[in-house]
């Protein structure tokens, strides 16, 4: 695909500017390839990314930086498909997903 | 909306959700910043909407609290007309039929740019607890 999503990162500054992911527990659904998810992973206490898409998630795995592989977790499942403990996350981000 | 109740449920009582829409005007295709045409943004926003009142409503309920609102701009960008014509192919949005041809003429780098909104919210309370 020769489209470049965002190189200007503007999605990333917001969610700089409107959250605070030190040290969170991240719950993301509809991480794509997880372009996102590499923008904030570095900060948080770890990541867990959802995508229903297979193909994108194995993107995202195939691209995770070896420095983020114990902070983050890609699986392919839908919001509804998810189970989690109730409360175990200290913030969720859902990208263009509900 | 199941989804969202699944996964407010995730978030621990004062913890954050951040929620990112695609949100009106248009999307807009832009060769050096200049308008080319617009797209119809309308399958992407009834969506949108959707979500958007589902978490309206657990606003209102309580169980949520809107703390701040960021709009912003996003800019997808394609080496020529021709590649994104072609990128839109399987998109639910799409491109205005007469503006196809030309679109497919222009050679130098197209932009599409979509106006976007991410909430920040706090989850004031658990699922089986009053607020």
């Known amino acids: 695909m020769s489209r470049v999503i965002d190189p200007e990162a503007a999605h990333l500054a917001a969610l700089r500017r409107l959250g605070d992911f030190r040290g969170q527990r991240v719950v993301e659904l509809g991480c794509g390839d997880g372009r996102l998810t590499l923008g904030i992973a570095a900060d948080t206490a770890g990541v867990v990314a959802f995508d229903p ?16 592989a114990q902070r983050v977790a890609y699986q392919v499942a839908s919001g509804k498909e998810i189970e989690v403990e109730p409360g175990s996350f200290d913030l969720a981000l859902f990208s263009w997903s509900l | ?17 951040l ?9 807009r295709v832009e060769v050096a910043e200049r308008l080319i045409c617009e797209v119809d943004g309308s399958p992407l926003f009834r969506r949108a909407d959707a979500a958007t009142d589902a978490i309206d409503a657990l606003i209102a309920a ?28 399987d998109k639910q949005r799409r491109l205005p039929e007469e503006a196809i041809p030309a679109l497919r003429t222009i050679e130098p780098p197209c932009v ?16 089986d607890a009053w607020c």
């Open chain 1, 53 to 68: 898409d297979a193909e994108a998630v194995e993107r995202a795995r195939s691209s995770l930086p070896i420095e983020l």
């Open chain 2, 19 to 27: 929620d990112l829409q695609v949100i009106r005007p248009n999307p």
């Open chain 2, 62 to 89: 309580g169980r949520l609290l809107e703390e701040a609102v960021d709009d912003h701009d996003v800019r997808t960008h394609y080496p020529s007309g021709a590649d994104l014509v072609d990128d839109f192919e």
């Open chain 2, 1 to 17: 909306m199941h989804v969202l109740h699944n996964m407010v449920n995730t978030v621990r009582p004062g913890g954050t959700v």
């Open chain 2, 112 to 127: 599409l740019r979509e106006r976007c909104r991410l909430r920040r919210i706090t989850v004031r309370c658990a699922a």
